[in-house]
Structures are given as structure tokens and as C-alpha cells.
């Protein structure tokens, strides 16, 4: 039996449809977010997939965790793949999936953890960056790495055009690894 996979994400969710679109050794149960507009849910409703959105303005954190948890508990999910969700989940909530949660970061890990990667790339003169896929745990981006793409940073580029070539190379690395994983 497919393996279920729960997706949470904060936007236009280009990971999450490359996800979506290469599931085969696992189920996309639901895909959850902490913004109702946010591209991606209507992307993923259209597609007929099982969506949840809770926001966490003006209510606890706990509550709002509470409401995530739920939602991914009910739709039967055993692995989390964040993809692009931009909120750190808490020590609590981690411990309650630890683990099983795990995330892509547009660095090579363990350099640029946290915002800005690729302008902290291009400003330290690096010749090539990258993404990774790290299992999630209480410390930001610090979990272990279980893959990760290297791209070229080319002269001239920016923040901008490195983020762009950075992407297709999560597009790859990000179906893989989860596949991968959840044969672990
Ligand atoms: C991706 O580049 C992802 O690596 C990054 O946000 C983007 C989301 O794009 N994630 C982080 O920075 C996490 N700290 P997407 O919504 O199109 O998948």
C-alpha cells in the first residue's frame, strides 16, 4: 500500500505539483496551508486533491498547530513534505511527527540556512549553490540531509535568475528523495 503523504505550503506551491505530478510510490493525502489564497490550494483543489487551509491570525500557536495536525491526522497522513511553507512549526508539534516530516531548503545544507540564500550565495562569491531535502527537526534547516542538487552560479546572475535555476533543480531532487524516503 502507497505510503501517504501530507504536503504543507505557503504559496504558489511549484514544489508541491512537481510532488503531485511524480506520485507513485506514495499518496498525496492532503495538501494543507496557512493561507487560504494561497496559489497552490487552488492549484490542488483543482486537481480534486484534498485540501486544508487553517490561518493562524489571531488564535494561539497551539491552536492553530492543532487545527493542521488534525486535518492531516484525518486524511490518514504518515509523512509530512513541507514545500515552501514558510512558518516554523514548533518544538511540539515536530516531536508529535518526529521524524516523519521533511522539507526542501534552496541551499546546500548546511550553508544559507533560514532566508536569503541566494543572495548570501552570490554576495560570499560561491560558485555553486544548490537545494537539499533534510528531515525536519526543532533546529531551523538543521535536520539530517537526505539529498541534495547542485546548480552553477553564473556570472551575472542574481538573486532572482539563481533562484529560478535553483527551482528546476528542487523540481527534480524533491519527487526522488520522497520516494525514496518513504521506501525507507
Ligand atoms: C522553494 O524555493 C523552496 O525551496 C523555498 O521556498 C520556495 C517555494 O516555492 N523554501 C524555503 O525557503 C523554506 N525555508 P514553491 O512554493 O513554488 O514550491
Not at 501530507?6 to 495538501?31: F, P, Q, T, W
Request: proline share 5%; with cysteine; charged share 25%.
Amino acid at each position: 500500500m502507497s505510503v501517504k503523504v501530507g504536503i504543507l505550503l505557503s504559496g504558489r506551491g511549484s514544489n508541491m505539483m512537481a510532488l503531485v505530478e511524480a506520485a507513485r510510490d506514495y499518496d498525496i493525502a492532503l495538501v494543507a496551508s496557512d493561507k487560504p489564497d494561497a496559489a497552490g490550494i487552488a492549484w490542488a483543489r483543482e486537481r480534486g486533491l484534498a485540501t486544508f487551509t487553517q490561518s493562524p491570525k489571531g488564535i494561539p500557536k497551539a491552536e492553530y498547530e492543532a487545527a493542521i495536525h488534525a486535518a492531516l491526522v484525518e486524511a490518514g497522513v504518515e509523512i509530512i513534505a513541507l514545500a515552501g511553507y514558510m512558518r516554523l512549526l514548533s518544538e511540539a508539534f515536530v516531536a508529535r511527527w518526529a521524524g516523519r516530516i521533511i522539507n526542501i531548503h534552496p541551499s546546500l545544507l548546511p550553508k544559507y540556512k533560514g532566508l536569503d540564500t541566494h543572495a548570501r550565495a552570490i554576495e560570499a562569491g560561491d560558485a555553486v549553490a544548490g537545494c537539499s531535502v533534510h528531515i525536519v527537526t526543532e533546529e531551523l534547516d538543521g535536520g539530517e540531509v537526505l539529498g541534495q542538487a547542485e546548480v552553477p552560479i553564473v556570472p551575472g546572475d542574481t538573486p532572482d535568475s539563481l533562484a529560478a535555476r535553483v527551482l528546476e533543480a528542487e523540481h527534480r531532487l524533491y519527487p526522488h528523495v520522497l520516494a525514496e524516503f518513504v521506501r525507507r
